[in-house]
């Protein structure tokens, strides 16, 4: 039987809580016409990120490196999101780097 992950013991997994948490906090001040848009956009892919750890974790090690990929691919999309808020002035420069 192979091995599976703790998820809940994985930084990279904690991390992930962590930016969803953020990111919850900044689409706070977004504009309501966003609400179906960007911001729906940018909250799908910070959840996505621990979410794929998560769904990765109980699957083989190669099944979970393909999760942990995707999470990665997740994250590039919020950096994307990110920068069109910053564009958009919805998030200043501070926000945007952290």
Known sequence: MAKRHNYK???IWKLGLEIVNDVSD?????PKH???DLSSQISRC?????SNI??????TD????NFINYSLGSSFELG????VAHHRKYINTETLKN
């Open 80 to 83: 994307t999101q990110l920068l």
């Open 34 to 36: 966003e609400r179906y």
């Open 54 to 59: 998560d769904e990765g974790s109980g699957r």
């Open 9 to 11: 013991n994985l930084k």
């Open 46 to 50: 910070s959840v996505s990120m621990p």
């Open 26 to 30: 900044i689409l706070i001040d977004f």
């Open 62 to 65: 190669k099944s979970f490196k």
